[in-house]
T-cell receptor, first 114, second 114 residues
Framework: NAGVTQTPKFQVLKTGQSMTLQCAQD?????MYWYRQDPGMGLRLIYYSASEGTTDKGEVPNGYNVSRLNKREFSLRLESAAPSQTSVYFC?????????????FGPGTRLTVT | DAKTTQPNSMESNEEEPVHLPCNHSTISGTDYIHWYRQLPSQGPEYVIH?????VNNRMASLAIAEDRKSSTLILHRATLRDAAVYYCILRVACNAGNNRKLIWGLGTSLAVNP
């Protein structure tokens, strides 16, 4: 049981490049989330998916797109990276049968845009 | 959205109790109070949550004010491994259905002295 996994762990992009951050969970959770965390700040919600086939915007969705590929996987895409998107990105899932209130987080992806 | 306010930092000595305060004066009747902590270079992890009554688990206790406008996370005996950023979070309803999302504050950085 790996929990929530994220790839890659580190990435450096040039301004204007695109990339997709991958996230998968093996806990059969319904809900999945993408957050960003800037230095010294709390987490800000980018997008979330309450269930397979649905996605909704969070606080800071501009410049991002998401895909809930299936129940396990939720990807985050940066179409044209900007330096303001330099951050640590966390994926989380929630919705276990006996712990439906608890979000489980991946280890994060550290993205630098130059 | 309702939000939380916490001290930027606190310090404790090992083996002593720690009381981490949080204000959430704009909380609504259906918002849950959650606490997560984040160790350096890791994703956040769940600590405890509650709605109206005080709660205890193996990690900590949560004391909720009668008017629910504030709460306190209590670590009964701090250890060096408890040094982390502690986030007081409100779990609020999403746009539809029973879905909920977490609204994160800036957190309290807890230092534990040996």
């Amino acid at each position: 049981n790996a929990g929530v996994t994220q790839t890659p762990k580190f990435q450096v992009l040039k301004t204007g490049q695109s990339m997709t951050l991958q996230c998968a969970q093996d806990m059969n959770h319904n809900s999945m989330y993408w957050y960003r965390q800037d230095p010294g700040m709390g987490l800000r919600l980018i997008y979330y998916s309450a269930s397979e086939g649905t996605t909704d915007k969070g606080e800071v969705p501009n410049g991002y797109n998401v895909s809930r590929l299936n129940k396990r996987e939720f990807s985050l895409r940066l179409e044209s990276a900007a330096p303001s998107q330099t951050s640590v990105y966390f994926c989380a899932s929630m919705g276990g049968r006996d712990r439906e209130y608890e979000q489980y987080f991946g280890p994060g992806t550290r993205l630098t845009v130059t | 959205d309702a939000k939380t306010t916490q001290p930027n930092s606190m310090e404790s000595n090992e083996e002593e109790p720690v009381h981490l305060p949080c204000n959430h004066s704009t909380i609504s009747g259906t918002d849950y109070i959650h606490w997560y902590r984040q160790l350096p270079s890791q994703g956040p992890e769940y600590v405890i949550h509650g709605l109206t009554s005080n709660v205890n688990n193996r990690m900590a206790s949560l004391a909720i004010a009668e008017d629910r406008k504030s709460s306190t996370l209590i670590l009964h005996r701090a250890t060096l491994r408890d040094a982390a950023v502690y986030y007081c979070i409100l779990r609020v309803a999403c746009n539809a259905g029973n879905n909920r999302k977490l609204i994160w504050g800036l957190g309290t950085s807890l230092a534990v002295n040996p």
